[in-house]
């Protein structure tokens, strides 16, 4: 497989496209927001907060719910630390995105992450998902000012690497990180469980750009 695509880069958001790790945010800031008798229902977190950085999603509640700001702070820090405790116990690699990564990685294409996650978590996950080797960058909710779906990220991730939006393929799964993905002006992969993030998929699409692209040549 050589890169000799209109892609030149691959940028995948993690929690839901890489790693399985959106019950475990909810779960551990649940966790942490039970501590003052407050807590977001599944509903509330699959129509408006998944994607959204933790940051957000309290400043939200604040707004909708009355939590006081001044426990932002110590929630957040709570949270994290749940969420370190669950992903050191259930992080474990999968082939199929380790296949991925690397068949990519031997094609010449420059891989990164882009999440909304801290950059801590971030690099424990990649690491005990096996797949810190194959990224070029990593890019985490504290390198940006706005997190998704606001595409600052995504802009800092593309200019990072010296190419053109168009020359990048974003591999997203909620509505917000595919939000921040489209206004960046990259080609966009929406996949909708962790296994569809599959090297199958990735050049089925990274194929339909360059065919279309060739069509109008």
Not at 55 to 72: A, D, F, M, V, Y
Not at 94 to 101: G, I, M, N
Request: aromatic share 8%; charged share 25%.
């Amino acid at each position: 497989m050589k890169n000799n695509s209109k892609i030149k880069v691959v940028i995948f958001d993690m929690d839901g496209v890489l790693i399985e790790a959106k019950d475990w945010h909810y779960e551990s800031l649940n966790k942490a927001l039970r501590l003052f008798g407050f807590n977001i229902s599944r509903h509330e977190h699959l129509t408006s907060y998944d994607g959204l950085p933790t940051k957000r999603k309290l400043e939200l509640l604040s707004l909708e719910s009355g939590l006081p700001k001044e426990l932002h702070n110590f929630i957040n820090e709570m949270k994290q630390a749940y969420t370190m405790d669950m992903l050191h116990t259930l992080c474990r690699p999968k082939f199929v995105h380790e296949y991925a990564l690397s068949r990519l990685k031997s094609a010449g294409y420059k891989i990164a992450v882009a999440s909304n996650s801290i950059r801590t978590t971030i690099d424990v996950m990649m690491d005990k998902a096996r797949l810190s080797p194959y990224l070029d960058v990593k890019f985490s909710a504290e390198d940006v000012v706005m997190g998704k779906p606001d595409p600052e990220i995504y802009i800092k991730t593309i200019e990072h690497f010296r190419v053109r939006p168009d020359q990048c393929l974003i591999v997203e799964d909620n509505e917000n990180g595919i939000k921040a993905a489209r206004a960046s002006g990259a080609y966009v992969l929406e996949v909708r469980e962790v296994t569809d993030t599959n090297i199958e998929n990735i050049m089925a699409r990274i194929n339909q750009i360059n065919a279309s692209n060739e069509q109008v040549a």
